[in-house]
């Protein structure tokens, strides 16, 4: 694999964002009262302050078509001017159809044959996505795809659980892309993934598909519906191979990290994202963090760091990012755009 030769840089160009988070808020003092903690420890355990609880009629494609329409409204365009949409979000809202199908009606767009299809890569599926699209803009195949990641992770996880009923929060971001034009240095510079299925067991939910089930033992089923992660496991096998992928995704784009303006990584927890920092020996405001503020929301996590920093300024027209994140699998991404 790490003979393949380096592709050339995609002529991908972000022209609006646009985001939707839920109505309700859960401060981290309800988790600290629920399981009888002291004020601060959940905060201080998950680096997550609030997040957001999706209600039922907050469903992700109804998010998902919201921060679509946001980031219409930026661009000054209309939902017609959509010829694709891609959805990557982790957790589908129903097993068939697509996510994307039910965006795409959403946005009211039902009856327009607009191509809808999702990728699937968990929390690293906004990275894939954008691959997917810089290379269908780049053959001409589409003008403007709209990459749509809508997560609801409270709905699966298990309440009880200190490590992960507190990390996650719910929400959705989406990215109007086209292809950069003659004279517009926007580009997708590079991407990676790479993939360790012997870490499959790391983080999981092993119902919702075909290998569990439902009518076989309901109990079994029921039991194994929530969210499944080895916490510890996960962490020292994203940690051990980090550098050297992330040295080989500068090296494919032809850069260095000195050279990126800012560092957008996948909210996955606040060890996670204190080792990063220590790693590259980053100053914190190269490093964009949101997790406090929003918890782990899955796919829509990192795309949702990326959409602060272009909000705040702090990637400006023609700046350079680094996207970097892992992701069930065990798998980890990454991408160097140039916006």
């Given amino acids: 694999m790490s003979g393949l030769p380096a592709p050339a840089a995609l002529p991908l160009r972000i022209i609006a964002s646009g985001a939707c988070l839920p109505r309700l808020r859960v401060p981290s003092q309800q988790f600290?009262?629920?399981w009888n903690k002291p004020d601060g420890w959940v905060e201080r355990h998950?680096?997550?302050?609030?997040?957001?609880?999706?209600?039922?009629?907050?469903?992700?494609?109804?998010m998902g078509a919201q921060a679509a329409r946001q980031a219409l409204q930026q661009a000054g365009l209309a939902i017609t001017d959509i010829d694709c949409i891609i959805s990557a979000c982790g957790v589908m809202e129903q097993a068939i159809p697509c996510q994307a199908v039910l965006v795409q009606r959403a946005l009211g767009l039902g009856d327009s044959g607009v191509p809808s299809f999702d990728v699937n890569a968990t929390c690293l599926g906004f990275v894939v996505a954008?691959?997917?699209a810089?290379?269908?803009?780049?053959?001409?195949?589409?003008r403007r795809v709209l990459i749509v990641c809508s997560d609801i992770p409270s709905a699966g996880l298990?309440?009880?659980d200190p490590l992960t009923a507190p990390l996650f929060g719910d929400g959705a971001v989406a990215m109007l892309v086209e292809r950069a034009g003659d004279g517009q240095a926007s580009a997708l510079l590079a991407t990676r993934l790479r993939t360790y299925g012997d870490g499959a067991e790391l983080c999981q939910v092993p119902t919702c598909g075909t290998g569990m089930r439902l009518f076989d033992d309901v109990d079994a089923y029921r039991a194994a519906h929530h969210f499944q992660m080895q916490g510890k496991a996960l962490y020292r096998e994203a940690a051990?191979?980090?550098?050297g992928f992330l040295q080989d995704l500068l090296d494919c784009a032809g850069t260095s990290l000195a050279?990126?303006?800012v560092i957008v990584p996948h909210q996955a927890s606040g060890q996670a994202l204190d080792h990063l920092q220590r790693v590259l020996g980053l100053p914190p405001q190269r490093l964009v963090r949101i997790l406090r503020e929003h918890g782990n929301q899955l796919a829509a996590s990192l795309p949702m760091a990326l959409h602060q920093a272009l909000i705040d300024g702090r990637l400006p027209r023609g700046g350079q990012a680094l996207l970097i994140g892992t992701g069930a699998g065990l798998a980890l991404g990454g991408?160097?755009?140039?916006?």
Avoid: F
């Fill in 32 to 34: 600290d009262q629920r």
């Fill in 335 to 339: 991408a160097v755009l140039r916006y």
């Fill in 240 to 243: 051990r191979r980090l550098p």
């Fill in 134 to 142: 810089g290379s269908l803009l780049a053959l001409g195949r589409y």
């Fill in 259 to 261: 050279a990126c303006d």
């Fill in 158 to 160: 298990d309440p009880d």
């Fill in 46 to 62: 998950s680096g997550v302050a609030s997040r957001g609880h999706a209600a039922a009629d907050e469903r992700a494609s109804w």
């Fill in 130 to 132: 954008l691959e997917m």
